[in-house]
């Protein structure tokens, strides 16, 4: 059984940055890709970001490029997001979420907020 923990949001001005995490508690955390979504108040969640399963193939909606960057420890069974030059339109609740055994699961999710 997976079960996905994410942590590491919070309040930042515009700007800032912040890295978020996600634990997997599954056994097989190497062997699948990984994704963060997004959902922002009132919006419908939205992919953010990708990652393969041995990390080398990463993928990002465009309005994340060059300020995002996701990455992943396949030892700690752990997914990063790594957010900078935040702003205002970035706040929304962080997802991540992984698709394994015929399943999709997803964390609970960690707000971020941008704003001055």
């Known amino acids: 059984q997976v079960q996905l923990v994410e942590s590491g949001g919070g309040v930042v001005q515009p700007g800032g940055s912040l890295i978020l995490s996600c634990a997997d508690s599954?056994?097989?955390?190497?062997?699948?890709?990984m994704f963060w979504h997004r959902q922002a108040p009132g919006k419908e969640r939205e992919f953010v970001a990708s990652?393969?399963?041995?990390?080398?193939?990463?993928d990002y909606r465009d309005s994340v490029k060059g300020r995002f960057t996701i990455s992943r420890d396949n030892l700690k069974s752990t997914v990063f997001l790594r957010l900078t030059d935040l702003k205002p339109e970035d706040t929304a609740v962080y997802f991540c979420?992984?698709?394994?055994?015929?399943?999709?699961?997803w964390g609970q999710g960690t707000w971020v907020t941008v704003s001055s």
């Open positions: 599954g056994s097989d955390f190497s062997s699948h890709a």
């Open positions: 979420a992984t698709m394994t055994h015929g399943a999709t699961y």
């Open positions: 990652i393969s399963s041995t990390g080398t193939i990463t």
